[in-house]
């Protein structure tokens, strides 16, 4: 529990606080936890300023029209909520390369690093518009729906990143 003893906040805390905020978003809002459309909507105000009349025409933003919503909103506040939970746990610094990944990788891989996250996060956004949600959505707002399917999304999210992990990892430092 090196982390405890650092500082950092406990995740039985954190997982109640969680699971406070996902009923109080249905609650106030009737909306269940969910990211990945946001980013959608933010390349579409993106392309909005270069080419209004073509997003106009677009099916997905007649649909999910491209504007600032609780989604969007929701995002923001996870990046600053994250940023008041490291100031105030006293873990906060800035870093190119995790050290796991250095001890793996060396501390000069920031390229190889930036890279395999980008990958990861056109994977990860291809996927989440293919099943038509996020993993917090699928998985933590499934579940807390009851939703056979948000539980096997959630074993799957966690078997692959364990996977992944292991893939990447193997032979060096241990996650």
């Known amino acids: 529990m090196k982390q405890l003893e650092q500082g950092s906040w406990s995740p039985y805390l954190a997982g109640a606080l969680t699971g406070v905020v996902s009923v109080l978003s249905v609650w ?3 909306k269940y ?4 459309t946001s980013f959608v909507r ?6 909005q300023l270069f080419a209004p009349e073509r997003v106009a025409k677009m099916d ?15 995002v923001v506040g996870i990046f600053v909520g994250a940023l008041i939970a490291a ?6 610094r800035l870093q190119a390369v995790p050290d796991m990944w250095a001890a793996q990788f060396g501390a000069n891989s920031t390229g190889k690093r930036a890279g395999v996250a980008f990958i ?3 994977i990860l956004m291809f996927g989440a518009r293919l099943a038509g949600g996020c ?5 933590l707002s499934g579940t807390m729906q009851l939703s056979v399917s948000g539980y096997i999304a959630l074993i799957c999210f966690f078997t692959g990143g364990m996977f992944v992990a ?9 996650p």
Not at 60 to 74: L, R
């Open 60 to 74: 997905y933003f007649i649909k999910e029209a491209p504007v600032v919503e609780w989604q969007w909103m929701f």
């Open 87 to 92: 100031l105030t746990s006293g873990s906060f």
């Open 135 to 139: 993993p917090s959505g699928h998985g």
């Open 120 to 122: 990861g996060g056109l």
């Open 42 to 47: 933010t390349a579409g105000m993106i392309e």
């Open 166 to 174: 292991r893939q990447l990892y193997k032979g060096g430092a241990k």
């Open 28 to 30: 106030v809002s009737g």
């Open 33 to 36: 936890f969910g990211a990945s």
